[in-house]
Structures are given as C-alpha cells and as structure tokens.
C-alpha cells in the first residue's frame, strides 16, 4: 500500500552535496486504521494495526554514500507491543531493533545510524514482535556528515496513509439501485437536487461558528457553496472562529422525519484529515432519549464508518473499507431506520445491521465536515478540498389499508 510523502527539510549545511531523495514511498500489509492519538506534530496523524502479522515498510531511495540517523516517533499506549520490531536494511545489512511502544511518554526514539550505500534500495520496516498494537506516526532520517557527524539534511517522512491508491477502483460501479429495497413499498418525503445557483435557506440553516472539542475547525455559512448541481462543503485554512480550519455543516429547517430511508449521493474530498458526515440527530431536550444515526462519517480515501449511538448505551459502530477511491468518483450511502433496526448500505449493499433501541424521535437531514487529527494526517491537500453532495432524499414506508 502507497501513500503520498511530505518531506521536512530541515537545516542544509553543505548544499553542493546533492543529498537528494525520488519518490518516498509508504506500504502497509494486513489491516491498519487511523488512531485517535495525536502524532508527532500538532495536525499530524497516527495509524495503529492489531495484527500480528501486519506490517508497514519505508523505502526513503536516499541516493547518497552518508551515514544516516534514523528516529520513529512512538505514540505510546497501554495496549501497544512491549517488543515491536523495527528492521533496517542499510549497505546490504538487515539490522533489528526492537522498540517498547507501550510505556513513558511520546517521544521520538532514536533507533541509531546506519550507512546508507546510495543504491536507493535501503527500507526500514516495523511489526509487531508479539501481543499489542503497533503505532507509527512518522520516522525521521538525519543525514549526516561521515567525519564530524554534523547534519546535512532532515527528512520527516509523516504522511502515514495505509493504502495503495493504485489498487483503488476509481470510477464507482454503474446502474447501482437509487432509493430503497422494494421501492413500491417506498413514497418520497424529502430531497434536494442542488440544481439552484446557491444554497437554498428556505430549506437549509448553516452552520455560524460552531465547533467542539478536538475539532481543528470552525464552521460557516460561506464554506457551504452551490454550484454546477453540486453541494459542495469546501475546507479552508484560516484563523476563524478559534480554529486554523473552517469547514461547513447544514441542517433541514423544516424538514424531519421519525423512521425512513435515508440517503445521499455524494464524492469525498480528495484529502485526508477530513471527517465527512451524513447524519441524523433530534437534538433531544432530554438526553434520555437522546441518539445520533451517522449514516456517513467518512475519512478520504476508503473508509465508510456507519454508526448508531444511543443515549445510556455503548455505540454501534462498523468500520467499511470499500475498493474504491471515494474522492474520484460519486458513490451511494444510506441507512433504513425503523423501530427494530438501523441498517446501512454503501452503493445499494448492506454493509451493517444494528438494533434500535432508543432511535424514535424526528430528525433533520445534517451534512458536514470537520478537520479531525484521527481522520488522516493534516496538510495542505485539505486547502480548497470539498466534499461534493450531488443529492439527498428522504423516503418514508407506504401506509397499507389492511381489513
């Protein structure tokens, strides 16, 4: 699995070197999500993999004859591997050191220096050495001067994204089934096309300000366009409202609905860091009966994470990784809530299926995004970034006339 690199530079002493480096890949094997734990850096993510025999591998192609420091950057947890193994191959020689990720706080951990012999083919690879999680945010290479030791050049290479975008499917599948199973069973409610040359706010209330919590961003009405028959939620980076991001979120005024089937068509934006949502909550005055339906609460460029909270009860969460590029092409999401069950679907397919409990209030239809440490590594990418709604529609079951 490939990602995308940025590089740091740090301090240059000897520019006429040439210390240079090609493409800097990332590849994972097993499965790997993004953590909730903060990275190295304000802004940057962290990945973390449960399985034993999950790996990522760094491949730097330095073309030059340096020694070279090498120092990963451990985000601690009590449930990481006590013995992860760290493997770096330099000048023809695999060496193994093994790492404690569990304990003290997080740190970047220098590994030692190893001769780099320019060939382009060194690479260093972390597992797990036993039980626990691994954890890896960025790994740090210092190049550094043979005789005195003094650093030519620092390369942090941080963009931790696990997955292979040449794998990914790009164009989404064609005559998927718009609307619900069985739609003769089915009447049309509510839906907005986005045909008009802004945002309706007949329909529509944004977003003024709003923000919480771990959220990098601010909300507002502006960062809500229309456009071309396109919703678009537009990321920008700027100081507002608190935050270095803003983003957008609109709710129906009028509109809401107990029960139904939901769903929108829409294109994530091609950037990581981005939580981007379609979602139902009643906002209940008494949190008793409070509950939350996240149709949609997607992280660029595969995730699809379909949840249903419940007031005084754990959350239903189910975590989809779909085959496809979810930020090159449009794809379905929907969820049919009734007073047993919520079920979810991705592009016409039941991906989750939970018990309702509490879920039995009218709700709004809400979109919005959200600059999110756990939902990928931050950079400029999100700048101008937007998550795309082509349309949103509201179904409600047919009554029957039984004798």
Wanted: proline share 5%; net charge neutral; glycine share 8%.
């Amino acid at each position: 699995m490939k990602c995308f690199l940025r590089n740091s530079l740090a301090l240059v002493l000897f520019v006429s070197i040439g210390v240079r480096g090609s493409a800097r890949d990332f590849t994972t094997t097993g499965e790997w999500s993004f953590s909730s734990l903060p990275g190295y850096e304000k802004g940057a993510g962290s990945i973390y993999a449960k399985e034993q025999d999950a790996t990522a591998l760094w491949q730097p192609r330095l073309h030059s004859v340096n020694p070279v420091r090498l120092s990963l950057y451990l985000v601690t947890h009590q449930g990481n591997a006590t013995n992860a193994i760290v493997e770096i191959f330099a000048d023809g020689k695999t060496n193994l050191v093994t790492v404690n990720m569990e304990s003290g706080a997080p740190r970047w951990l220098t590994l030692g220096k190893f001769a780099f012999a320019g060939k382009g083919d060194e690479w260093i690879r972390v597992r797990s050495g036993g039980r626990g999680n691994v954890r890896l945010s960025a790994l740090k290479l210092e190049i550094l001067d043979a005789k005195d030791g003094s650093i030519w050049q620092t390369l942090v290479l941080d963009d931790v994204v696990p997955y292979n975008p040449s794998k990914l499917q790009q164009a989404a599948p064609k005559n998927l089934r718009e609307g619900p199973p069985h739609p003769e069973q089915w009447e049309l409610t509510f839906s907005d096309e986005f045909n008009g040359v802004a945002l309706d706010t007949n329909i529509w209330k944004s977003a003024q300000g709003q923000s919480w919590g771990q959220l990098l961003s601010a909300r507002f009405p502006e960062n809500a366009v229309v456009t071309n028959g396109l919703l678009r939620l537009v990321t920008k980076r700027e100081n507002r409202g608190g935050k270095e991001w803003t983003s957008a979120m609109i709710t129906t005024k009028n509109f809401r609905q107990k029960y139904g089937y939901w769903e929108a068509r829409y294109r994530y934006a091609p950037a990581t860091g981005l939580n981007q949502a379609f979602w139902m909550n009643p906002f209940a005055q008494d949190k008793t009966k409070g509950f939350e339906i996240d149709v949609n609460e997607g992280h660029y460029p595969t995730d699809v994470n379909a949840t249903l909270h419940q007031s005084e009860l754990p959350s239903k969460s189910k975590r989809f990784v779909a085959d496809y590029d979810l930020g090159a092409d449009f794809h379905l999401y929907a969820a049919e809530w009734n007073e047993k069950d919520v079920i979810f679907y991705f592009d016409g397919q039941e991906i989750h299926r939970v018990p309702n409990t509490k879920a039995n209030l009218d709700v709004p239809v809400i979109f919005a995004t959200a600059v999110l440490p756990w939902a990928g590594p931050i950079n400029e990418s999100l700048n101008g970034a937007s998550m795309d709604v082509d349309w949103v529609r509201v179904y409600q079951k047919k009554t029957t006339n039984e004798k």
